[in-house]
């Protein structure tokens, strides 16, 4: 049962999710105006402001986390207000 429960929620990750979810961060509850990435070790936090459609970095990043937020940025449809 928690197996299933488990493929289910990993079916219903978006791409950039798992990107991020394959580089040890783990994504927050959704807020109204914000959510984050944390990462599970380093505790690097990468927040995404909604309303502002900006993003906040605490740490430094490698060229895989770019990605994984450049992933994000597009899943966000916020690409298109550029």
């Keep these: ?4 429960s488990l493929a289910k929620k990993k079916e219903e990750l978006s791409e950039a999710d798992k990107m991020f979810e394959e580089l ?4 927050s509850k959704e807020y109204s105006n914000c ?3 944390e990462h599970k ?6 927040t995404f402001w909604k309303e502002e ?5 605490m740490g430094d990043i490698t060229i ?7 992933k994000k940025v597009e899943e966000l449809g916020w690409n298109e207000q550029v």
């Design 64 to 70: 895989q986390i770019l990605q994984a937020i450049n």
């Design 24 to 27: 040890d961060f783990q994504k």
């Design 1 to 4: 049962m928690f197996a299933e």
């Design 41 to 46: 070790k380093t505790k690097l936090r990468i």
């Design 35 to 37: 959510f984050w990435y």
């Design 53 to 57: 459609k900006s993003i906040g970095i």
